[in-house]
């Protein structure tokens, strides 16, 4: 699966239905892709993801951190907590999942473990991708500016609009855009977004942007 329409930007099909299947939010609108090309452009992570890259299980982590990013922004402007657990199926014996090792490896090689499953893969990733979602929002905000990327996560979360029928009842067809991964791809929604925000929306945009501490993972890196 080509992760956009520019097809030397590319993430394996699998490691990509892995995140999205593995949150409870449909991503309808591309947000996890938009945002990893956004990393792309600022050079923070490669075009094409090489399965013998000695970084490939960093990059594999920080593709999930999107995804649990954008699930946990949700839960907030739901006005739920949700039960933060990461819920992906991206380690396996083989390329393209990442193994217990490569997760090990990380994680020392980042200071973090799991307090609840020591030295288990699963608890490692969680723990990884706990942290490295806390990086990733913040390095999106430094990109895109704070207005830009709530309304980009706003917008990811609202249903595709019913189609328009013209007077035979046919479907009218749209032009979809020539780059859905553009970066202005979400700043024609701005006004909606602004008119339409209620008090747990500004929780959810003051959690975005570090004000609002609702877990032990909202910390600022070292």
């Known amino acids: 699966m080509e992760l956009a329409t520019d097809s ?4 394996p099909e699998e490691v990509v239905d892995a ?11 591309g947000w996890i892709r938009w945002a990893w090309s956004a990393l792309v452009r600022a050079g923070d992570v490669p075009r094409e993801l090489d399965e013998y890259d000695g970084d490939y299980a960093s990059h594999i982590i920080t593709f999930a951190a999107l995804g649990f990013l954008y699930e946990r922004f949700h839960d907030i402007y739901a006005g739920t907590e949700g039960d933060d657990e990461l819920s992906m199926q991206l380690m396996g014996r083989d390329r393209p999942y990442i193994t217990d090792v490569d997760v090990a490896r990380y994680s020392e090689r980042h200071g973090y473990a799991s307090l609840e499953d020591l030295e288990t893969g699963e608890g490692l990733l969680q723990e990884a991708a706990v942290n490295r ?6 390095r999106l905000r430094e990109i895109l500016g704070d207005g830009r990327l709530f309304t980009s996560m706003v917008v990811s979360g609202w249903p595709e609009p019913f189609p328009e029928l013209d007077e035979d009842g046919e479907e009218v067809r749209v032009e979809l855009p020539t780059n859905p991964v553009a970066e202005d791809s979400f700043d024609s929604y701005v006004a909606d977004v602004t008119s339409n925000v209620s008090s747990e929306h500004m929780r959810a945009y003051e959690w975005l942007n570090g004000n609002l501490d609702l877990d032990r993972s ?5």
Do not use: C, K, M, P
């Open 8 to 11: 030397t930007i590319y993430i």
């Open 19 to 29: 995140v999205t299947n593995g949150i409870q939010y449909s991503d309808q609108r």
């Open 133 to 138: 979602r806390v990086d990733v929002n913040f």
């Open 218 to 222: 909202e910390q600022s890196l070292a």
